[in-house]
């Protein structure tokens, strides 16, 4: 009898331990998706960054703006950011092509120059934008499609 709860209290402990194993996991996945400062979302910040900053290094040698990822190509994003061009092209990362910018990054805070477009986390409603000034936010998805539909116009 006392053997058998031993072994009782064993498969007690180990349905704990698996039950906390669970949460454990749940509570990293849900750290990993949801938290800003998680790596994912830094690798996205980091990667509109590089992309936005080369828009402004191209206008600097060149005098225009660029209008297609292959002006993109001189700039050192391709140093900085070796996955750059799958990015775009992938639609991974979506560059708004302006053509009126300022050439001063502090006048641009309220344009779009890139945005995230892949992924689970666009498909939760929220995307990591760029701005004109090199910052980066977490918006919803309609606050972004209102704010491009009125840059665009």
Known sequence: MRFGRILHMTKARWISFAGLSVVAFLIVV?????????IPHEAIRLHLRL????????????????????????????????????????????????????????????????YHNAGLFSKLGRVWVCWGDLRTEYVKEEVLRAKLKSQLR
Do not use: C
Request: proline share 8%; charged share 20%; no cysteine.
């Open 51 to 114: 992309t936005a900053s080369s828009i402004y290094e191209f206008h600097k040698a060149t005098g225009r703006w660029p209008a297609a990822a292959d002006d993109l190509a001189s700039t050192s994003l391709p140093q900085t950011s070796p996955y750059w061009r799958t990015l775009i092209d992938n639609r991974a990362i979506t560059v708004v092509w302006n053509n009126d910018l300022k050439p001063d990054p502090k006048d641009n805070a309220s344009v779009a120059l890139a």
């Open 30 to 38: 849900y750290w990993d998706y949801f938290s800003p400062n998680s």
